[in-house]
């Protein structure tokens, strides 16, 4: 076990620098750094000024440069621009030239500054992440059990009117679009127009004090929309369990019809169902966008679109470190959790 989790980190690894390259090469293209040379400096710059204005903060170095600068495991550029002012990578907003480190990158907790919020990338993902994950909590409280529930209970008896009336429930959820689903609750329980203004139509208030009125929108347009896939995987797995050879015999001897499946084919099926809940973490952390633009939540998917939106290029580096190695982790976590599930399945 202990030198399968190393292979695995070692990869996860090789994998988190592979992607967060790619991530890295498109936020540096040309238009994206014009854009920025723009923004920052003068809308009306011309191109020699552009070009002037990247050179002088580092932006005109060779990729891999500019990517080890980054990561922390080269020396931070120090450059004497052509408007005689000498910049350094490592000497950030309050920081005198004399008092700059030589490193200063990811390795060394050094996330950058943004553009937009005028604050360092550390403190902004990780304020917003943990908004989130207050949101991501509370859904996969209502998600996973609720889920679980449904697939059980159609998977128990095939074909049954119980299985056809929760299948097509899960079919109808996973098919509603978050977009679609969020608005009708808005309009339904959040307005007098239906008159049942039980609900808070935002989210806004639930950043400090999150209740029931002001937080059950959001979560459950998004619990609905994964709680359906998650039900139709454990439905099918409950089905195939069922309808094994073991599970046979346990009949035949006399076993009881709950303790059947309670004990012998729940286990069993929830093997595949693991590995969808695993992945609903990376998508909850990415896929919330929607629902906390709609709500007004400004957590991880908010911070996201602004990022996106106002090309600010180091808090887009900045989440897409945290997306990237939230699904790699969830990955491991489910591998590993393979095991402990099901006793036959060995890793090698």
């Known amino acids: 076990m202990g030198l399968f989790i ?23 293209l040309a238009p994206n750094l014009e854009k920025l040379a723009k923004t920052q400096g003068n809308a009306r710059m011309t191109d020699d000024a552009v ?54 990158g990811i390795l060394q907790g050094d996330w950058g500054f943004s553009t937009v919020f005028k604050a ?13 994950g207050k949101l991501m909590f509370w ?66 208030s639930a950043m400090e004090d999150a209740t029931f009125e002001n937080f059950f929108l959001p979560v459950i347009t998004i619990a609905l929309y994964g709680m359906g896939y998650i039900a139709r995987m454990t439905r099918a797995s409950m089905t195939e369990v069922m309808t094994a050879q073991y599970i046979r015999t346990a009949r035949l001897k006399g076993v009881s019809f709950p303790t059947i499946v309670l004990k012998h084919a729940l286990r069993n099926a929830l093997i595949a169902p693991f590995t969808v809940i695993m992945l609903q973490f990376p998508w909850l952390l990415n896929g919330v966008v929607i629902v906390e633009t709609l709500f007004n939540y400004k957590g991880f998917g908010w911070v996201l679109v ?8 180091e808090l887009l580096l900045g989440v897409s470190v945290v997306s990237v190695f939230v699904v790699l982790i969830t990955q491991l976590i489910s591998d590993i959790g393979y095991v402990f599930l099901n006793p036959r399945i060995r890793i090698s």
């Open 51 to 104: 070009v002037s204005w990247l050179e002088n903060r580092g932006y005109s170095q060779p990729l891999p440069v500019k990517y080890g600068q980054w990561l922390g495991v080269l020396p931070g550029y120090v450059i004497e621009g052509s408007d005689g002012e000498t910049r350094a990578r490592c000497a950030g907003p309050g920081v005198a030239l004399e008092d700059a480190s030589t490193f200063c």
């Open 139 to 204: 859904v996969m409280m209502v998600m996973v059990p609720g889920a679980l529930i449904i697939g059980v209970l159609a998977g128990m008896r095939e074909g049954s009117r119980t299985d056809r009336s929760l299948s097509t429930v899960s079919i109808v959820s996973t098919a509603t679009p978050e977009y679609v689903s969020g608005v009708v609750f808005i309009s339904v329980f959040a307005t007098a127009t239906f008159g049942m203004n039980w609900f808070k139509g935002t989210a806004t």
């Open 6 to 28: 190393l292979r695995r980190l070692g990869v996860m690894i090789l994998t988190a620098l592979c992607l967060t390259f790619i991530v890295f090469w498109l936020t540096n």
């Open 306 to 313: 602004q990022a996106a939106g106002n090309n600010d290029i």
């Open 120 to 132: 360092d990338v550390s403190g902004i993902v990780a304020t917003r992440l943990g908004l989130t």
